[in-house]
């Protein structure tokens, strides 16, 4: 059996983002509206007691205090065993920063996004003596390992998904933005023996007919849910980039998530990395009341899932 917890459902910057005032961030600020949410991140383990963590967001230590599954049982341990990380963005790398107390675990990534922390000398704080750095094989089931090589029960398929590089990572000058295949992986998740699989996708700018081929019926899905709308960023005031220049594909219309999974069976649909300016964290919206006539819910923070 799978058991997982979202730590965190909302975009780079959470809910509400700390330097915002759009409609959304007002309402859950004054409490007129939904509950604050963090940074995206989940957790998923086969037993209770191992913990795989995917994404590292920058709320991460207010997400392991609020989470007692992940709570220390000793003067010092960690039932978290290891780490996998799907892109290089800010907000799924920059809470490994707040793992470097020399606490064993694996982490697991691209060999692109590998070489991006090895470039950058800040991610040594994170000593290789206690955190053996692996490779993911994309299209293969492999099981998650801890640092010490141990099985911890979960395995896991990754693949690349339509994409782009980080923002950080950025060549204004080069051909999509200096992006390359490895630089965004979704992946399917399952509990050793199991056939039950969640998938995880927080980033994710396109849904191919390959993406649509590996998903079966009893698939739960934890989708990209960024934006609801292309320019939504511009009609909220707060910048200019669209849903697609992000890298993002909007959940609504014609091209987007809901109607391009509409003929995909599914156990289950969630959104997920919901970004601040997002209509559907409004309990009373429109957008709120149209992702669920069409069968899909949210995830928040706090959620558990069992598969």
């Keep these: 059996m799978l058991r997982a917890i979202v730590l ?20 859950v600020r004054s409490g007129q509206a939904g509950a604050p949410q963090t940074q995206s991140s989940i957790v998923v383990s086969a037993d209770g007691e191992r913990w795989v963590l995917i994404n590292a967001s920058p709320d991460i230590r207010q997400q392991f205090a609020a989470t007692p ?33 020399a606490q064993p675990f694996a982490l697991y990534a ?39 090589g141990e ?18 990572l950025e060549d204004p000058n080069a051909e999509r933005f200096g992006s390359v295949a490895e630089d965004t992986i979704g992946v399917a998740i399952r509990a050793e023996g199991s056939e039950a699989r969640l ?14 081929a590996r998903f079966k019926p009893t698939d739960t899905v934890l989708f990209d849910g960024t934006t609801y ?8 005031g707060v910048g200019q980039k669209s849903a697609s ?14 109607a391009r999974l509409a003929d995909v069976p599914l156990a289950r649909r969630l959104f997920i990395h919901i970004n601040n300016t ?15 006539r069409q069968g899909w819910d949210l995830a928040f923070d706090g959620m558990e899932l069992t598969l």
Excluded at 73 to 97: E, F, I, M, Q, W
Excluded at 229 to 236: C, D, I, K, P
């Design 8 to 27: 965190g459902a909302a975009a780079g910057g959470g809910l509400p983002q700390w330097n915002c005032a759009c409609p959304v961030c007002a309402a």
């Design 69 to 101: 599954a992940l709570h220390p049982r000793a003067v010092r341990h960690s039932p978290l065993s290891a780490v996998l990380v799907t892109n290089a963005d800010v907000d799924h790398v920059a809470g490994l920063l707040s793992l470097r107390e």
């Design 110 to 148: 691209t060999r692109r996004v590998h070489s991006v922390l090895d470039a950058n000398a800040i991610f040594n704080v994170v000593n290789r003596e206690h955190v053996p750095r692996r490779p993911v094989q994309l299209n293969e089931s492999m099981p998650i390992l801890d640092a010490a």
């Design 151 to 168: 099985a911890t029960g979960i395995c896991i398929e990754t693949f690349t998904v339509p994409g782009k590089v980080a923002l950080w």
């Design 199 to 212: 998938f995880y996708l927080p980033g994710c700018a396109d849904v191919p007919d390959s993406l649509k």
């Design 229 to 236: 709308t292309e320019h939504e960023m511009a009609e909220a």
């Design 245 to 258: 220049r992000m890298g993002h594909l909007v959940m609504s219309g014609p091209q987007g998530t809901i």
């Design 278 to 292: 997002n209509p559907v964290w409004l309990p009373d919206s429109e957008a709120r009341r149209e992702i669920a």
